[in-house]
């Protein structure tokens, strides 16, 4: 075995054997299916430890996180991440500390108190604030790369979806959709800030069940982007998984912009941009699929 062999979950600890001789194997134990999803292969090491074993392609994202987590361990924040203990000089693993803490099932939300929401708003929209208004130093820039789907591509490329759809299906009706972008359009300006870009509900952690202690993991995929798109990312999840109605994840985005603070007057737009890009994608899915 060698340093470009395939990882795979069967032959995850025997690379690790080879390459981190230092690490027990017989300490690893499985977080869930997590360890055999994603960019990594992730365990848990005796009782404190997270280890992550990158797959071959994604060993700069795992020194971009291990860069960027270390550094953030240097600010007084309010949020929490998990502390860089080591890392393989090419990226092929890297251990952190566990937080002391869980995250929630999105079901949950539906089930929050007014003080419970305010709670978990208030702790998500500052976090958000302080990550996207910090100026990072260049050491921990190099690592992080800039997007290639600013807003001027997002348009043309969801242009190019809705032709698609409507060439090849009568069964969805892509004019509202069409005028709906060509309405935002004239609001996406451009900004540039460190975001997390996969602010999922299972990122986020809360600190021994405290609702203000708020934890937020995997950075692997932190890009240069506009800051709208790590609250844009978090109400496609919120709409896509909580009642259709809309009016609990309408609720629980409103408790996090009450405190996400920013001088982005079309913020608003941004995120209904986003959430159009993802239907319009899942759309463009779906009737591609059938032509397949």
């Not at 071959?56 to 020194?63: G, K, P, V």
């Not at 800039?146 to 069964?171: G, M, S, Y």
Request: aromatic letters at 12%; a negative charge; charged letters at 25%.
């Amino acid at each position: 075995m060698n340093q470009t062999t395939k990882i795979t979950a069967e032959n995850v600890c025997d690379f690790l054997k080879r390459f981190a001789t230092g690490i027990s194997v017989e300490y690893l134990k499985p977080i869930s299916n997590r360890h055999r999803g994603g960019d990594s292969f992730t365990f848990y090491y005796r009782d404190d430890v997270i280890l992550k074993i990158a797959r071959n392609a994604y060993r700069t994202r795992l020194l971009k996180e291990v860069k960027l987590t270390e550094y953030l361990h240097t600010l007084s924040m309010p949020f929490t991440v998990a502390k860089p203990i080591m890392a393989h000089d090419k990226g092929f693993y890297a251990m952190f500390s566990r937080i002391n803490g869980s995250s929630l099932p999105i079901e949950a939300l539906e089930k929050f108190t007014a003080k419970e929401l305010e709670s978990f708003g208030k702790s998500l929209g500052t976090s958000l604030t302080f990550l996207h208004r910090h100026k990072f130093p260049d050491e921990v820039l190099d690592h992080i790369r800039r997007a290639d789907d600013p807003f001027a591509v997002a348009i043309r490329d969801t242009r190019q979806k809705l032709a698609f759809i409507a060439e090849n299906t009568a069964e969805i009706y892509t004019n509202r959709w069409s005028e709906k972008l060509e309405n935002l359009q004239e609001c996406l300006d451009q900004r540039w800030a460190v975001v997390h870009t996969d602010l999922q509900i299972n990122h986020l952690f809360f600190v021994q069940e405290d609702f203000a202690q708020l934890a937020i993991i995997d950075f692997a995929d932190a890009l240069l982007h506009d800051p709208a798109v790590d609250l844009s990312e978090f109400a496609i999840e919120m709409y896509s998984d909580l009642p259709p109605d809309g009016n609990v994840a309408k609720r629980v985005i409103d408790a996090v912009l009450k405190y996400y603070q920013t001088d982005d007057a079309a913020i608003t737009e941004k995120i209904e941009f986003g959430l159009l890009v993802f239907q319009i994608g899942r759309a463009y899915r779906w009737v591609k699929s059938s032509v397949d």
